[in-house]
């Protein structure tokens, strides 16, 4: 949606305009809320930070699923056991990239002080 769109949507007929409600995020300047490249970054990054962990969750519960459903076949609680491993291994590193760089973030960001 362009903001000409917004502008003539708050029009009405006769000339007069509706001022936008400061209050409301989006539509209170009517301007994009993507001042630099990491505010347009750092959301997408929350997204797949979110969707890495539901797949890795999703992962270990599968394999948890087929440990519980393998009826003492070795060949299938070792694939369900690989499964499981490689979920939790997953998490870790999902979980570390999250934070290192949550991290990396509060130092690169430029607020006067120590990043402490």
């Given at each position: 949606?362009?903001l000409?769109?917004?502008?003539?949507a708050?029009?009405?007929?006769g000339?007069q305009?509706?001022?936008p409600?400061?209050?409301?995020?989006?539509?209170?300047?009517?301007?994009p809320?993507?001042?630099?490249?990491a505010s347009?970054?750092?959301?997408?990054?929350?997204?797949?930070?979110?969707?890495?962990?539901?797949?890795?969750?999703?992962y270990?519960?599968?394999?948890?699923?087929?440990?519980?459903?393998?009826?003492?076949?070795?060949?299938?609680l070792?694939k369900?056991?690989?499964r499981?491993m490689?979920a939790?291994?997953?998490?870790?590193?999902?979980?570390?990239?999250?934070?290192?760089?949550k991290?990396?973030?509060?130092i690169?960001?430029?607020?006067?002080?120590?990043?402490?």
């Open positions: 949606m362009n000409k769109s917004i502008q003539l708050l029009q009405f007929p000339g305009t509706i001022e409600n400061p209050n409301i995020p989006g539509l209170g300047s009517l301007k809320e993507f001042k630099d490249l347009f970054i750092s959301p997408l990054l929350n997204i797949v930070f979110y969707v890495a962990v539901f797949l890795a969750f999703f270990f519960v599968w394999g948890a699923w087929a440990y519980i459903f393998a009826s003492g076949n070795k060949e299938n070792a369900a056991r690989a499981i490689w939790l291994i997953g998490l870790m590193v999902v979980f570390s990239a999250f934070f290192i760089a991290f990396a973030s509060e690169l960001t430029p607020k006067g002080g120590l990043p402490f």
